[in-house]
């Protein structure tokens, strides 16, 4: 199965699964802040895991990435990946502040909030699937973007070369952030995922 393969039945039901997943998101964070968040139509593709990192500003460029791992029906993993000024002003958002670097606590609101974020879109494919999809514990690392694809590369005799590629745009006053979320499940689970959707 690769790129060309997929139908647009299943580009469709991959961007519903995109768009219910970050309207699940928004949600989270507009509880988790008691403000109103609006938010972009999110884009969503399928993409190869090779061009990542173009998208991303290259391999150079410095990023924060919540990574965490997929687990019980479905394998794979999951990272949420923002720019440092995105990072800086959802960690401003979430703690009421107007720092300009990232300490302690602001890497650990952002962690949480890549957690609740992550967990949004796994639930929003977990009720469409049917599937069950746990999620771990997440790890968080400031990096080239590079360095922090490397950790799902390394695993990548079990992970499938496309991935679900979701860029959501979240607004909270003058504070804007841009979220890259990438589904990276290994082979058999993104088919058991189409097949479960009815669309393989």
């Known amino acids: 199965m690769d790129v060309e393969n997929l139908n647009s039945v299943m580009i469709d039901v991959l961007k519903e699964i995109?768009?219910?997943?970050?309207?699940?998101?928004?949600?989270?964070?507009?509880?988790?802040?008691s403000k109103r968040v609006d938010m972009r139509v999110p884009k969503v593709r399928i993409m190869e895991f090779k061009?990542?990192?173009?998208?991303?500003?290259?391999?150079?460029?410095?990023?924060?990435g919540?990574?965490?791992?997929?687990g019980s029906d479905v394998e794979g993993n999951?990272?949420?990946i923002l720019d440092l000024d995105s990072a800086l002003n959802?960690?401003?958002?979430?703690?009421?502040r107007e720092d300009v670097e990232l300490d302690d606590?602001?890497?650990?609101?952002?962690?949480?909030?890549?957690?609740?974020?992550?967990?949004?879109?796994?639930?929003?494919?977990s009720g469409l699937t049917g599937l069950k999809i746990t999620v771990s514990v997440?790890?968080?690392?400031?990096d080239m973007a590079g360095a922090i694809l490397s950790v799902p590369a390394i695993q990548f005799g079990l992970i499938a070369d496309q991935v679900l590629f979701i860029e959501t745009v979240f607004q909270e006053g003058n504070n804007f952030v841009q979220g890259n979320l990438f589904l990276l499940p290994d082979m058999s689970s993104f088919?058991?995922?189409?097949?479960?959707?009815g669309v393989l």
């Open 66 to 70: 919540i990574y965490l791992n997929l």
């Open 191 to 197: 088919e058991k995922i189409l097949s479960s959707l």
């Open 90 to 96: 959802l960690t401003n958002m979430l703690l009421g």
């Open 105 to 125: 606590i602001a890497m650990s609101a952002l962690s949480e909030v890549g957690n609740i974020l992550a967990s949004s879109y796994v639930n929003s494919l």
């Open 78 to 80: 999951i990272m949420f």
């Open 18 to 33: 995109g768009n219910i997943g970050s309207g699940n998101a928004v949600t989270s964070l507009a509880n988790m802040l």
């Open 138 to 142: 997440p790890s968080l690392a400031i």
């Open 51 to 64: 061009d990542v990192a173009e998208v991303l500003g290259g391999e150079e460029e410095l990023v924060a």
